[in-house]
């Protein structure tokens, strides 16, 4: 596989079309090498419109959906940012490319050692990946300037939020498939967030985060 050609490819079919239209943002997606962060078996898709296996039932999203995860956050490159759901490590390296640091929580210890080994792999510094409950955030690094969840949760728990600066933004993934909203959350003063839905999708669950009780008759 040509991977620089699938790479130019993805970013022009895929990324564009999907209003990822940022200058900054088109070139750390130009520049990340996504086959880095695909299982072995996978390699063949690593620049396709689907999802890739995980291990432990997780998966990667479409490269559109990180994409615009990470475009719609707005980042300068100045941002102390938190990520929540590490999988492969694609998103945080892209998160990397656009922030000034990124701390992220992955519930599961092997997907978390695969990831830090694909991040050095891809020649990323500035992460800083750790096994943890992401649902609960990191209240010792807090606050940050954008907090990511790289999978979809029903509700988006009040101690992320609360880690958020005033001014900050969150964007999650939020609802109950089929169901789901891309949702910009920006905290507008200590007591007060605006939230905001953008765009339609699905993706696979965040582990750890509470799911409502269904009622069966």
């Not at 079919?13 to 943002?25: E, F, G, M, S, T």
């Not at 090498?33 to 432990?56: G, K």
Request: with cysteine.
């Amino acid at each position: 596989m040509n991977t620089e050609q699938a790479r130019f490819n993805m970013v022009e079919q895929q990324i564009r079309p999907w209003q990822v239209l940022d200058k900054a943002a088109l070139a750390v997606l130009s520049h990340v090498q996504r086959e880095l962060f695909v299982p072995q078996a996978y390699q063949a898709l690593a620049y396709t419109d689907t999802e890739i296996p995980l291990a432990h039932g997780q998966a990667m999203v479409p490269p559109r959906v990180d994409a615009r995860l990470m475009h719609d956050l707005h980042l300068s490159g100045t941002e102390k940012v938190l990520e929540v759901g590490t999988g492969s490590g694609y998103l945080t390296a892209l998160l990397a490319g656009r922030a000034q640091r990124v701390i992220s929580l992955e519930v599961n210890p092997e997907l978390a050692a695969t990831a830090r080994a694909n991040l050095q792999r891809a020649g990323v510094t500035n992460t800083d990946v750790r096994v943890a409950d992401g649902s609960q955030g990191a209240a010792g690094d807090a606050p940050f300037d954008a907090i990511v969840l790289g999978g979809s949760v029903t509700e988006v728990p009040q101690a992320l939020l609360q880690q958020l600066q005033v001014g900050g933004h969150l964007i999650a993934i939020v609802g109950s498939d089929p169901v789901m909203c891309a949702t910009l959350f920006t905290r507008t003063s200590d007591t007060h967030w605006h939230n905001k839905a953008l765009w339609d999708t699905t993706a696979p669950r965040l582990q750890g985060f509470a799911e409502p009780t269904r009622f069966h008759f």
